[in-house]
């Protein structure tokens, strides 16, 4: 089954927030490493359980990405009945984990 990965609201903003942060639009390395976020979100359309659950709550996983000490963590729920998973943040690796209104 595929899933249709949707991005929320605030994890749009965290894309765009890393995005300026690496300086994306200006370097051609930034830019790649952000496309490849990209491609791992979507890849999340197959075989979204591959990735362990989250420590925030155990209905959300979190998807690593990035080398060290630049990893972040894609953290979603995957909704079974609309075949959907729900990008839900998207924070660097060394952050505290979300708080419960950031959920």
Known sequence: MRYRVEISAKAQLDLDRIYRYIHGETSESAAKWFDGLHRALISLSKM???????R???????????KKPHIYRAIYLIDEDRGAVMIVA?????????RPKER
């Open 90 to 98: 998207i924070r660097h690796g060394a952050r505290a984990p979300l």
């Open 48 to 54: 979204p359980q591959r990735s362990p659950l989250a």
């Open 56 to 66: 925030e709550r155990p209905l959300l996983r979190h998807l690593l990405y990035g």
